[in-house]
């Protein structure tokens, strides 16, 4: 079983929708979940993370972990054009970090 | 602002030669972190330093791949004798510590093509 597990199905929404984004994982003795984003050709840019369980927000971001579930989410409302690009969550633990296979987000204007 | 580099951005070379690839990071920050990506797939962890001790290495990380980081400044990944598998993105990644060591920023990465 993969550490952080992802499902990695493109989504299309219209510009102003709110984008959703879940994660799974199975170590539970790991404390920080974070989101990064990555646009093509370029290297992942740390987004947000969270200690623990709880809601994190961050302007049109939220981030929500459930560790009784397991369960990492990351919500985008007013979508814009620009938030087009490959979404990833990992999680942080042994000194490293283990990504989802990442969520490639098309927003249309 | 003095983000992660790398270099070169693009390396394409023929299967079995030896390639190099450098990685600074962030100024100050003591954990550096490698790591490879391949098309469709998050990023996988290959290794990492604190200052210029590699405490780490994944089992990714066969025996033709050798990472140094000299000064605990800048480092270098090597892969040798290339295969087509090592064709990924090579990303490289920072952290301050102790405090904030989970906060992970990355390079643009190294793009290799093994033909």
């Known amino acids: 079983q993969k550490e952080v597990e992802q499902d990695p199905g493109p989504l299309s929404v219209p510009e102003g929708a709110i984008v959703s984004l879940n994660c799974t994982y199975s170590?539970?003795?790991?404390?920080?979940f974070m989101w990064y984003r990555q646009y093509s050709r370029k290297g992942p840019e740390l987004l947000m993370y969270t200690y623990s369980s709880g809601n994190k927000e961050d302007g049109r971001f939220t981030a929500q972990v459930d560790k009784s579930s397991k369960y990492i989410s990351l919500f985008i409302r007013d979508s814009q054009p620009s938030d087009s690009a490959t979404y990833l969550c990992a999680i942080y633990g042994n000194n490293r970090l283990a990504f989802g296979k990442g969520n490639q987000v098309v927003v249309i204007p | 602002d003095t983000g992660v580099s790398q270099d070169p951005r693009h390396k394409i070379t023929k299967r079995g030669q030896n390639v190099t690839f450098r990685c600074d990071p962030i100024?100050?920050?003591?954990?550096l972190y490698w790591y490879r990506q391949t098309l469709g797939q998050g990023p996988e962890f290959l290794t990492y330093f604190q200052n210029e001790a590699q405490l780490e290495k994944s089992r990714l990380l066969s025996d033709r791949f050798s990472a140094e980081r000299p000064k605990g400044s800048f480092s270098t990944l090597e892969i040798q004798r290339t295969e087509q598998g090592d064709s990924a993105m090579y990303l490289c990644?920072?952290?301050?510590?102790?405090?904030?060591?989970?906060?992970?920023?990355f390079g643009p990465g190294t793009r290799l093509t093994v033909l």
């Open positions: 100024s100050e920050h003591n954990r």
């Open positions: 170590n539970s003795a790991f404390q920080y």
């Open positions: 990644a920072s952290s301050p510590g102790p405090v904030g060591i989970y906060e992970q920023f």
